[in-house]
Every structure is written in C-alpha cells, then in structure tokens.
C-alpha cells in the first residue's frame, strides 16, 4: 500500500522556518556586557517532541536557569518541525539546541552541531528510551509480522521513535513498506489518539509518550498491547555550534553540567526521566548507533 508522508520537508525546500513557540527568560542588568551574550539574549531550539504549548513552560524553567549561570537572558523557540531547527542552527539563528537523537545525526553533518549535555537520571546515569508499536488488546495482531495489510499510525518524519526505528523495525522482519499503510499523524501524541480511537490498527508510541499519556489519564495500557519494541536510545543532545568560539562553548557545557535536578525536572517529565538527576557530559559518540542506524537506513537530510 502507498507510504502517505504528511510532513516531508527537505532542507533546500525550507527557505525560513516559523515557530510553534516562543519566549525569553529577563535578561539580568549585566547581560549586555556579557562575552558569552553579545546582544543580550541567547536563541534555545527545541524540536517539538511534545504538545508546543507543554514544552514551553517546561523548557523556561530550565532557560532561566542555564540563564542566571550564563547571566544571559534566553529565548526558547520550540520550532516548527525536525528540519527547521537543523537548519536554522546552520544559518547561526540558534546559540543552543536541543536535538532528538536522529535530528542531532544530521545537525551534526548539516550543521556542525556538536553534543554537551544530555539528560541523566537520579544515580546519575545517562538516560534512554526506547520506540515501540502498540495495538488494541483484543487485536489479532500479535508481533510486528502481523502488520502485513494493516493501518499503522507512525508520529513525525524524522523522528528517531517515531519513524526510523519502527520503519527500521519492519525491515528487519522482513516487511516492505508497499506492504502496509503507514500514516503520519503529526507527532507523538497525536499516533496515540489515532490508536486510542481506533481509526488506525497499530501505532507508534515510545516510552516517554507512555508514561506521559498514562499520568495525565490520557491513556490506559491496560487496552492496548505493545507487539514490538526497540533497544534503547540515548536521550536528546543538548548541542552547540562547533564553530562556536571554545570559551562559549565551555562556558555552556559547563552551566548545563551544574545546573539542579529541579531545573530540569519539568523537562524531564517529557522524557520519562523522573526523578530527574544533573545533566550528564556527551560527545558524538554516545550517538554513533543513530549515525548507523541513518547509513543502514540509507536517510539523508530529506528524510527529516
């Protein structure tokens, strides 16, 4: 059956991004005479793994804080979509960002990005999450075999849990993509209501939707059955230009490192890690299975 792709956008057809959210933490009396801080303001990216309008006030908790250790007002931007923050991080319109782990694959070829911090838990290890495909409990699908001929519900192109690794998953079973119908509903949450509605066979969810849908009384596990899950991916790079001058850079991995569990609680909510512990050191090459992962895949920039 035919791939419908609802949000294929390359980054030569991206001419401008727009933003789904936007807001600035107050600049403190001194920003304007800060070396890190030249205009007074620092650009934080994040890519739209949740509802925009949940993501925003959780991120302004951590903004402010990584602020007051930078004394640099930031403004987080939740962009559009997967291929604009790549983008607008090429094109110097983003200081910081904040990747999915695939996303940051290509930040890192398209946009020089390169990996600081990402989220660890409260003993301190680097925290993970894993794709999974998830059906009704009385279906007749029972492993992901069984998804020949049927409506499967994938989140947004680009996304590591909620496009590759599914597809990457059928792939290793043996299916082709012609044999099935896949969707795009828009986003994480979104392959969820198809699913929990019925208007869709199977869909898409990852651990951190999971557990966010089961707390808010948005979704019951108990109704559904999970018939295949991935192995576990690091969680999202907080990223910086290469390019950037050293001192920027140290002086922003190192307000993310001692920034306090509470400051980054909210956001980890998001991300299934609760309790939250300090951010955790990262390089290229925690990501080197997702820089696999794209090459057996055979992804390029336009798959995002």
Avoid at 84 to 104: C, H, T, W
Wanted: glycine share 8%; net charge negative.
């Amino acid at each position: 059956m035919k791939t419908t792709r609802t949000l294929a956008l390359s980054l030569a057809a991206l001419a401008a991004f727009t933003l789904a959210g936007c807001s600035s933490t107050e600049a403190p009396a001194s920003a304007d005479s800060n070396a890190y801080c030249p205009t007074g303001e620092l650009k934080f990216g994040i890519e739209p793994f949740e509802d925009p309008t949940k993501l925003e006030p959780a991120y302004q908790v951590l903004a402010s804080a990584l602020g007051k250790e930078l004394d640099c007002s930031i403004e987080v931007q939740v962009v559009e979509d997967y291929a604009a923050e790549v983008l607008s991080m090429r094109n110097g319109k983003l200081d910081i960002g904040q990747f999915g782990p695939m996303g940051y694959v290509f930040a890192s070829t398209k946009a020089n990005a390169e990996p600081l911090a990402s989220f660890g838990t409260s003993d301190g290890k680097l925290s993970s999450y894993t794709a999974g495909i998830w059906v009704p409990k009385d279906s007749d699908i029972r492993s992901i075999e069984d998804l020949r001929g049927k409506d499967l519900a994938l989140g947004s192109v680009g996304s590591t849990s909620g496009d590759v690794l599914p597809r990457f998953g059928l792939k290793k079973a043996g299916i082709t993509e012609d044999e099935l119908n896949l969707n795009y509903a828009g986003g994480h949450p979104e392959a969820l209501l198809a699913l929990a509605k019925g208007t869709v066979d199977a869909a898409q969810i990852n651990s951190q939707t999971l557990a966010s849908a089961t707390e808010s009384g948005n979704f019951d596990p108990a109704g559904f059955r999970q018939v295949w899950e991935s192995e576990s991916i690091p969680n999202d790079p907080i990223t910086v230009s290469a390019d950037a001058d050293p001192a920027f850079k140290a002086a922003v991995k190192d307000a993310l490192l001692n920034l306090a569990p509470a400051d980054i609680e909210a956001v980890g909510k998001f991300l299934d890690v609760t309790p939250a512990g300090p951010l955790i050191e990262v390089t290229k090459e925690t990501y080197n299975p997702l820089f696999d992962l794209a090459e057996t895949m055979g992804l390029t920039e336009k798959d995002i």
